[in-house]
């Protein structure tokens, strides 16, 4: 197995921008997210630890991206940024996530309670969970797995008709494979970044 592992200075350069407006808005961070922030840079680090590549078949090994540091991300022009307007991530749940509605609730709640913390600030509402044969998407038996599987981007087109108008983005979640075109096995989520909608697969 392989781990990457960046050193502090790597991820100093890539995280920490000397742009104005960045800089002004780090020496605004109280004292606890300062602590956080000062987290990604410890080598032991129980928050951030390093990422373990156990195959050649793992995301990052058969499926390379640009590096992208936070400046980038920042001065991207497609980077939506909530407003007092939509300011809320509606959750979607597409079937159930577990043997029963009860589990699936409970699960639902413990995304909502992840989300409302990782995106500190926003709102997370959930929408009520509609069965697959609503969103009258296409679907497949996948050969080699012989999964049910749904397309992804016509999960999406469903998403964008639900969107309420005060939200930031609306997330599909289901326990179905996904994929997004014929000549794939499955993927593990899509979205817009124009249309402030995505969907997981889990």
Known sequence: MQTVRHSEHTLKTALISKN???VSQYEKLDAGEKRLMDEAFRPDSDLFGPITLHSQSDWITSHPEAPQDFEEFFSDPYRKI????KHSIYVQCIGLLGNTRSISEEYVKWLKGYCEAFFYGLTVKLLEPVPVS???CSFRINDNTQNLQIHAGQILKFLKKKKPEDAFCVVGITMIDLYP????NFVFGQA????GAGEVGW
């Open 192 to 195: 817009s970044l124009t249309d």
């Open 181 to 184: 075109r014929d000549s794939w």
């Open 82 to 85: 909530p407003s007092p307007q």
């Open 134 to 136: 609503a969103t009258r």
């Open 20 to 22: 104005p407006a960045l």
